[in-house]
């Protein structure tokens, strides 16, 4: 069992930035690939990155990548995003999920997700 505690999120206008983390309880965190899903109002949740259980090797969606950056500390059973250059159209909230492959785009390849994190990008 892993669970996830997101934080970090906010009010930010556009052009500011972010930085989301979530928090994984158990001893085995760096056995899991990490991902980061959005789902803003009415919309479906959609991938935004992952990140390769030794951190080594990440993956982006093409509307965040150049902007956002994923990574993690094992010791501290932490994984981060870095949101820079932040969109209105950013504006969702903000899971990390925790699956056994990296790279996964697909929210049901996911076992584990936090409660999400609202980020709001004003224009």
């Known amino acids: 069992q892993v669970q996830l505690v997101e934080s970090g999120g906010g009010l930010v206008q556009a052009g500011g930035s972010l930085r989301l983390s979530c928090a994984a309880s158990g001893r085995t965190f760096s056995s899991y690939a990490m991902g980061w899903f959005r789902q803003a109002p009415g919309k479906e949740r959609e991938f935004v990155a992952a990140i390769s259980g030794s951190g080594g090797s990440t993956y982006y969606a093409d509307s965040v990548r150049g902007r956002f950056t994923i990574s993690r500390d094992n010791p501290k059973n932490t994984v981060y995003l870095q949101a820079n250059s932040l969109k209105p159209e950013d504006t969702a909230v903000y899971y990390c999920?925790?699956?056994?492959?990296?790279?996964?785009?697909?929210?049901?390849?996911?076992?584990?997700w936090g409660q999400g994190t609202q980020v709001t990008v004003s224009s």
């Open positions: 999920a925790a699956g056994p492959r990296f790279p996964r785009v697909g929210a049901l390849q996911y076992d584990y």
